[in-house]
T-cell receptor
Framework: DAKTTQPPSMDCAEGRAANLPCNHSTISGNEYVYWYRQIHSQGPQYIIHGLKNNETNEMASLIITEDRKSSTLILPHATLRDTAVYYCIVRGFSGNTGKLIFGQGTTLQVKP | NAGVTQTPKFRVLKTGQSMTLLCAQD?????MYWYRQDPGMGLRLIHYSVGEGTTAKGEVPDGYNVSRLKKQNFLLGLESAAPSQTSVYFC?????????????FGQGTRLTVV
């Protein structure tokens, strides 16, 4: 499974867009990019995932570069409740593995 | 719909004692996972299963055993607990298809080994 690199921490003003970057330069063609977040000590929560195309749902948007070596999670209007640790994960499905390997993540602090 | 349920939520063990953590999911998922999370760290994969009767090692399997006798349950065992196994343990499950692969997590089991 490809490794990911994320900045350890970021700040964002409430109401502004939060852009969280992730590098996954060794990603292979059949691997997806997933984003999860963990608020305080709760279990991680799924946000979004994608393969090649940009994706959007009610929580966030995922922008994947054309070469797929990096991606950005966008929270369009961050609120204080978005303060959490955000994990970018690369996940493949070949050989029935489907492992989810977490890195250190990015701690996002949304400030008033 | 309960999702993923972990039992127990809290436990204190003495060094050398054994225990089993239970993870139950009611979504008919094929994949199940056990993670541990130490303070200030990310989640580390202990063991996982891609279906009933199958298990595989993750990143940090030493000191743990698992079993998946029924599709809905994934058990994590500590045969002889050590203080280094003090951690929060999370279980997760997900489906097999690539189109619908969101993983659902339990609320965690906080284990202290003294």
């Amino acid at each position: 499974d490809a490794k990911t690199t994320q900045p350890p921490s970021m700040d964002c003003a409430e109401g502004r867009a939060a852009n969280l970057p992730c590098n996954h330069s060794t990603i292979s063609g059949n691997e997806y990019v997933y984003w999860y977040r963990q608020i305080h000590s709760q279990g991680p929560q799924y946000i979004i995932h994608g393969l090649k195309n940009n994706e959007t749902n009610e929580m966030a948007s995922l922008i994947i570069t054309e070469d797929r070596k990096s991606s950005t999670l966008i929270l369009p209007h961050a609120t204080l409740r978005d303060t959490a640790v955000y994990y970018c994960i690369v996940r493949g499905f070949s050989g029935n593995t489907g492992k989810l390997i977490f890195g250190q993540g990015t701690t996002l602090q949304v400030k008033p | 719909n309960a999702g993923v349920t972990q039992t127990p939520k809290f436990r204190v063990l003495k060094t050398g004692q054994s225990m089993t953590l239970l993870c139950a999911q009611d979504m008919n998922h094929e994949y199940m996972y056990w993670y541990r999370q130490d303070p200030g760290m990310g989640l580390r994969l202990i063991h996982y299963s891609v279906g009933e009767g199958t298990t595989a090692k993750g990143e940090v399997p030493d000191g743990y055993n698992v079993s998946r006798l029924k599709k809905q349950n994934f058990l994590l065992g500590l045969e002889s607990a050590a203080p280094s196994q003090t951690s929060v343990y999370f279980c997760a499950s997900s489906s097999l298809t690539e189109e619908n692969t969101e993983a659902f997590f339990g609320q965690g089991t906080r284990l202290t080994v003294v």
